[in-house]
């Protein structure tokens, strides 16, 4: 059952983008330039998938995107979380707190942070949702 939608920009940073009684998710929609640093795309990706991750909520988490595989391959990379949050304070107290409490302080690159909590975010394509008979359920 639907409990919140809002996929506009500039929706209540309070709420995810979907959230039903069972899950909550994130969505976030633009191709990545395999010929660009894709700097400020990161940043905003890394920024909800952050939100997610560090959400004390015990419905499951999904990212949908784009693009999975250009996320993923930015997401094993080895930039460091600190700078890629750098731009948005929010976010980076959020991890850091995280990571403490999660006693995984030592983490210090993105990958080093998707490796260790994978397993928590279900990353999916939209085109997955919209190609079959909505075999991911909201």
Known sequence: EVQYLSLGAGNHKERFDM?????????????????????????????????????NDHRSK???????????KFMNGKATWRNVLSKNPSGFKKLEKFLIENKKEHLVTVGEIYKEFEERITIIEYNQIMKTQINVKF
């Open 19 to 55: 959230e039903t009684n069972l899950r909550i998710a994130e969505f976030k929609f633009g191709k990545w330039n395999d010929n660009s640093a894709n700097g400020i795309r990161r940043r905003g990706y890394f920024s909800n998938y952050i939100s997610l991750l560090t959400a």
């Open 62 to 72: 999904y990212f949908v995107v784009e693009d999975r595989s250009s996320f993923v």
